[in-house]
């Protein structure tokens, strides 16, 4: 469930005083607060705290993560010199990454962890339009209007996302996600033509690491089947497409992730309940299924449903063994 941690006020006192980026660079805390949805809710996975902005701020860029906004970047993308100036990865600039990962793997015992990095795309939209954005205009005049230094962006993010994945996986992560959230902003025209190719670059690259790959973004049901071309073993979705109709979408014999509407734990407990059952049925349909919520879990989300949900999808039983 990422961002379980958020709800926690266990996690709320670890951030004090401690910015959200300040927090991902430090070992100790990526590791305790990685720990902490693990020990509270006895999930089957945990997910490395950290975030998709990350390495480009270990890498240098003057960028932060806003409360209540999201990433800004102070000087933001409009041209080739600015993507040539883009600094190239360094392992070593992420180092405390390795340390968190390796530190976790020993403390998590049986309990895989999830590594993770922002797509290409959903990068390039912070860096093109300085923060967040609900049409990302700025991202797609650049896309069209100048298609070689949208590629060079583009060709320059995939590296940094798949170096950044391969840290993870060689640290000892058992699983990587690569989050495109706001693909689900482009025509299916646009996003096979402008996107697909360097995301799927990302997926080639760490193929030899042979752990298995999950591509997720938000609203992208219209992508599915072009986003699950991209080279991976599962595909994540969100709660707008029911994991019935997924899987006639995606290629055959990929895994299904997703995907209760998050909101929904606002809801009754027998709401609750009878929506996780639809959603554990239809996800019997596919080869294989990884229950979590369709998105990220909200701030104000009661831990203790969160925690009741869990028990209740352990006390279910499980289609395949193991
Ligand atoms: O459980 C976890 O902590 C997993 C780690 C994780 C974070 N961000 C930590 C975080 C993951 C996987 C992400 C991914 C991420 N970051 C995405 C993709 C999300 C998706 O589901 O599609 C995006 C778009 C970002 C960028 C970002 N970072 C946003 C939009 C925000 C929210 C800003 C806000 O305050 O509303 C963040 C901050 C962030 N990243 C928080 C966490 C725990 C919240 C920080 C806090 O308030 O304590």
Redesign the pocket.
């Known amino acids: ?6 709800s926690l006020p266990e ?2 006192a670890l ?1 004090q005083g401690v910015a ?1 980026l300040d927090a ?1 660079m430090r070992a100790d805390l990526i590791i305790e ?2 720990l902490q ?1 693990v020990r509270r809710y006895g999930v089957d996975a945990a ?7 990350l390495p480009l701020k270990a890498l240098g860029f003057d960028l932060d ?7 800004v970047i102070a000087e933001p993308i409009t041209d080739s010199a600015a993507v040539a100036a883009i600094p190239t990865f360094d392992a070593a600039r992420v180092d405390f990454v390795a340390e968190a990962v390796a530190g976790l793997v020993s403390e998590l015992g049986s309990t895989p962890l999830i590594g ?1 990095a ?1 797509a290409p795309y ?1 990068l390039a939209s ?1 860096l093109i339009e300085g923060g ?1 954005s609900k049409e990302h205009a700025k991202t797609k005049a650049l896309m069209h209007g100048a298609p070689d230094v949208w590629r060079a962006l583009m060709e320059r993010l995939a590296v940094i996302s798949a170096e950044f994945l391969r840290v993870q996986v060689e640290a000892g992560a058992a699983a990587v ?1 690569l ?1 495109d ?2 693909a689900g902003g482009l025509s299916p025209h646009d996003y096979r033509t402008h996107v697909l190719p360097h995301s799927a670059a990302v997926f080639a690259d760490i193929a030899d690491l042979g752990v298995p790959r999950i591509h ?3 609203a992208t049901g219209e992508l599915l089947a072009d986003m699950s071309t991209a080279g991976v073993e599962v595909m994540g979705v969100d709660w707008r497409v029911p994991l019935d109709r997924a899987v006639d979408r995606v290629q055959p014999g990929q895994a299904l992730q997703g995907n209760l509407d998050s909101t929904l734990v606002f809801a009754p407990w027998d709401v609750i309940e009878s929506e996780t059952l639809r959603v554990l049925e239809a996800g019997r349909l596919a080869p294989g299924h990884i229950f979590n919520l369709g ?3 909200l ?1 104000d989300t009661d831990p203790d449903v969160l925690a009741r949900l869990v028990d209740f999808i352990h006390s279910q039983e499980s289609p395949v063994e193991g």
């Open positions: 469930m990422r961002q379980a941690g958020r996690y709320r951030r959200m991902c607060i990685t949805p997910i490395l705290f950290s975030d998709i902005v993560i806003v409360p209540g906004v999201g990433p993770f922002g959903t912070y967040p996600q989050f959230s706001w997720f973004g938000v998105h990220g879990v701030p």
